[in-house]
């Protein structure tokens, strides 16, 4: 009674050895449990999407063998704030089949770039984004500046999306549909050099939690 007074805290292992102690001391009068101890494994992320872990390595005393069939279910996290970012963008769109350039407040959320008319209209509670682009459809896993021959504008990146079709999809001067698949190519144009590498490397932050977790 004193030893467990003057020792509060005692970890499994101890605890396990003094039982087998006691045990051979007084027989009878303890049992130890027969579970043992199976040790963490990492999970890779590709489980939660197959629902198999193959080539387990676990202790010769363990019951696993082979390959484990899973039910679960994984979302993303990251240990600091999501990757946000606001400013001006020129975006190039169609407007009467023809293309245009449009400057536009960007804001990038939850994987997605929201963009309004003014900065004033994102404050605004009862202003709907005049439109989005999801970065969870982007076909590539980097935005990259575009080349002269993408577009001659400066200070410009390129992103393409790539979703399922539908009603009223067409192919035009930035879409391209086949197949039931709409892709749309976004030329988007900064006010400066650092601010394009500032925009590459939020939406590439954004793409790296996307692709990795495959989070559609």
């Known amino acids: 009674k004193q030893w467990y007074q003057r020792r509060v805290a005692i970890t499994a292992g101890e605890l396990c050895q003094h039982y087998n102690i006691l045990s051979v001391l007084c027989k009878g009068c303890v049992s130890c449990s027969s579970f043992y101890c199976f040790p963490d494994c990492l999970v890779p992320i590709e489980v939660s999407r197959t629902g198999k872990m ?6 010769f005393h363990s019951p696993f063998e082979g390959t484990i069939n899973l039910q679960m279910s994984a979302k993303e996290s990251i240990s600091t704030e999501p990757p946000t970012h606001k400013g001006f963008l020129t975006i190039f769109q169609e407007e009467s089949r023809l293309g245009a350039w449009n400057r536009r407040w960007c804001s990038v959320q939850d994987n997605k770039i929201y963009y309004w008319l003014y900065p004033e209209d994102e404050i605004n509670q009862n202003k709907a984004p005049h439109g989005e682009i999801d ?6 896993e980097k935005v990259s500046v575009a080349s002269r021959l993408e577009c001659a504008r400066p200070n410009t ?3 393409v999306t790539q979703a399922a079709s539908k009603p009223g999809d067409r192919c035009s001067i930035i879409t391209e ?4 698949v709409t892709q749309t190519k976004y030329l988007l144009s900064a006010d400066s050099r650092q601010e394009r590498k500032e925009w590459i490397d939020v939406l590439n932050q954004c793409l790296l939690i996307v692709t990795s977790w495959n989070t559609k």
Do not use: H, W
């Not at 970065?135 to 590539?140: A, G, M, T, V």
């Open 54 to 59: 193959d080539d387990i390595e676990a202790p």
């Open 135 to 140: 970065l969870r459809n982007c076909k590539s």
């Open 157 to 159: 990146f390129v992103l």
């Open 177 to 180: 549909t086949n197949n039931n």
